[in-house]
């Protein structure tokens, strides 16, 4: 089942996690004050909507309440931020994600409701739209414009079943380079390996190839 998101500021780094969000297939609600940012994104996102996220009834009308999950990429307007932030707690929002500007608006985040707060000048918005997708996606690192290393726990696929059994290379174009389990690390590890709950599987590939292996072993139904 897709999941479905809202991301509210359509600036650099909301653009980009909508970009991102959108070409792995989920359904995005694309959300802003400014017309020409929501003209940019009406074909990239499910639907692009010019609204003010501190009003409580414009939110309640898109249906904001029975989305998965909410990002608030809001510019340099704090205010807004946190005001946006408390109404989306109101309401009862099942995971709501904010750009800090700093560690103060952090605090004031963490205390408002936040479930999960994001520096964008620390964190790439690939690597943070690919750890909302899934629990299971811990990092995601670009090596290049179309291939990048990405780290997952095991999914519920993927556990009693060894590598020659998933037959991730052949299946999905992707190279298995390591796995962690506990303090251990596995560098190059056998065919016959069986990988256990909680195991950290480090994965290299294409863009397209990781996506499709997120999707058919590590994202859990």
């Known amino acids: 089942m897709k999941r479905e998101f809202a991301v509210i500021g359509l600036g650099r780094f909301g653009g980009s996690i909508c970009k991102e969000l959108s070409s792995e297939g989920m359904q995005v609600l694309a959300i802003d004050n400014d017309p020409h940012k929501v003209n940019e994104y009406k074909n990239?996102?499910?639907?692009?909507?010019?609204?003010?996220?501190?009003?409580e009834a414009a939110l309640k009308e898109l249906g904001i309440k029975n989305l998965d999950h909410v990002i608030?990429?809001?510019?340099?307007?704090?205010?807004?931020?946190?005001?946006?932030?408390?109404?989306?707690?109101?309401?009862?929002?099942?995971?709501?994600?904010?750009?800090a500007q700093n560690d103060y608006h952090e605090k004031i985040l963490n205390k408002i409701g936040a479930d999960h707060v994001v520096h964008p000048e620390r964190d790439m918005g690939k690597r943070i739209a690919h750890s909302l997708i899934s629990s299971n996606i811990l990092d995601y690192l670009e090596l290049s414009d179309d291939h990048s290393i990405v780290e997952v726990k095991?999914?519920?696929?993927?556990?009693?079943?060894?590598?020659?059994?998933?037959?991730?290379?052949?299946?999905?174009?992707?190279?298995v380079v390591a796995i962690k389990r506990k303090k251990d690390i596995n560098v190059s590890p056998r065919a016959d390996y069986a990988l256990q709950e909680d195991d950290i599987l480090i994965v290299i590939g294409a863009d397209k190839d990781i996506s499709k292996f997120e999707k058919h072993l590590v994202i859990d139904d």
């Open 44 to 55: 990239i996102a499910s639907h692009a909507v010019i609204a003010d996220s501190t009003d």
């Open 72 to 99: 608030i990429a809001i510019g340099d307007n704090i205010q807004a931020s946190i005001l946006t932030t408390v109404i989306l707690t109101d309401l009862g929002i099942k995971k709501i994600t904010v750009k």
């Open 154 to 175: 095991s999914g519920q696929k993927m556990i009693g079943k060894t590598l020659i059994d998933l037959d991730i290379r052949a299946n999905f174009g992707c190279n």
